[in-house]
């Protein structure tokens, strides 16, 4: 990173960006917050680590009347960008985009319940996290902690940004989706089971919503009273209705970044919606979100050979 802090900091005192929009470390808890820096020292507090659990996309918006901006981004946070720029939301004329290398996100859920402990401390090690805290130290292995959709990740490589700082392995994986083909084997009866477990646990705080770069209506059907989509209280054919639109708006759109996932204080596992129409997206259309720019949202365009069979 002290490279790019580098060239980042001329940039800024060239004034051929505003600032540079990255996550600052932040090791408890284990959530970096996004900062958008406006000076060196800030430009020095930058981070690319496990616990960038939220996507940095959903902060672009926010900054206002930039001339030009550079944003540190991973694979799943380009493609967000690419989709953005595709919907018209952002300007890829007024961002400098540098991809960043990536091993992929802590899963805070997880992580919080392998310790079962107050933790104080994590250090980030090649393979594995040290937990320090009122249990004592316990070191974890990565692939026990990492979030499920980065173990699945549809592309970590950056192609599209304006600097490179990995290379590129456009061949990828074999990709699995394992939390899918495991709901995928369950009969309906346990699927509807699985998922009532889940969404009883949801307390509609809709950060889920909050956190997700693709969900930036000004008013969300689910705040509407004229109509009423979702009644305000507990119920749970509501709480599941709001899933199920939401994950209807996301198709095509969303990157499965998982951060919305991270971010529920619940953690219930959002990632089983978001992780299953991403693979059928890729495996009925051969389509992956964000690839470019130039390419168009997955329902503004159509083959002549896309499957059709879901057409009565
Ligand atoms: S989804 Fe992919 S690019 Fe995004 S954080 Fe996970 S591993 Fe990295
Ligand atoms: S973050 Fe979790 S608890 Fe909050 S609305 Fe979303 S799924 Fe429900
Ligand atoms: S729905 Fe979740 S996984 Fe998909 S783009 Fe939004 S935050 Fe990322």
Same mark, same amino acid.
């Given at each position: 990173?002290?490279? $790019?802090?580098?060239?980042?900091? !001329? ?27 406006? *000076? ?12 960038? &659990?939220?996507?940095?996309? *959903?902060?672009?918006?926010? &900054? ?11 694979? @799943? ?53 040290? &937990? ?15 979030? #499920?959709?980065?173990? #699945? =990740? ?9 600097? %490179?700082? %990995? #290379? ?29 477990? %889940?969404?009883?646990? =949801?307390?509609? /705080?809709?950060? /889920? ?10 008013? =969300? ?38 951060? @919305?996932?991270?971010? =529920? ?5 959002? !990632?089983?919606?978001?992780?299953? $129409?991403?693979?059928?997206? &890729? ?10 720019? %130039? ?18």
């Amino acid at each position: 990173m002290d490279d $790019i802090k580098g060239k980042l900091k !001329s940039m800024l005192r060239n004034g051929e960006i505003d600032g540079v929009l990255g996550f600052v470390e932040q090791k408890y808890p284990l959530k970096n917050y996004p900062l958008f820096a406006q *000076t060196e020292d800030d430009i020095n507090k930058l981070s690319n680590s496990l616990f960038n &659990i939220l996507n940095i996309g *959903t902060y672009i918006r926010r &900054i206002k009347d930039f001339k030009k901006i550079a944003v540190l981004v991973r694979g @799943c946070e380009e493609r967000t960008i690419n989709l953005l720029c595709a919907e018209h939301q952002i300007d890829r004329d007024k961002l400098f985009l540098i991809g960043l290398p990536c091993k992929g996100a802590l899963d805070v859920y997880t992580v919080e319940k392998e310790y079962n402990g107050k933790i104080d401390e994590i250090e980030e090690k090649d393979m594995s996290i040290v &937990i320090k805290g009122n249990k004592g130290e316990k070191e974890i292995l990565l692939n026990k902690v990492i979030s #499920s959709v980065c173990t #699945s =990740c549809v592309r970590k490589e950056t192609p599209t940004v304006d600097l %490179q700082t %990995q #290379s590129l392995n456009e061949n990828g994986e074999d990709l699995i989706f394992p939390s899918v083909k495991e709901i995928e084997e369950k009969n309906y009866k346990d699927r509807w089971k699985f998922f009532k477990n %889940q969404f009883e646990k =949801c307390t509609r /705080c809709y950060a /889920c919503r909050e956190v997700c770069p693709m969900c930036y209506c000004e008013s =969300c059907f689910v705040d509407s009273n004229d109509p009423v989509w979702v009644e305000p209280g507990y119920s749970i054919e509501d709480i599941i209705s709001f899933h199920l639109i939401k994950i209807f708006h996301m198709a095509g759109r969303c990157v499965n970044c998982g951060a @919305c996932e991270r971010a =529920c204080p619940e953690g219930i596992r959002l !990632s089983y919606l978001t992780s299953k $129409i991403t693979k059928d997206l &890729i495996a009925d259309y051969d389509y992956i979100s964000g690839k470019t720019v %130039q390419e168009k949202p997955m329902f503004g365009e159509y083959k002549l050979n896309d499957k059709g069979d879901f057409i009565l």
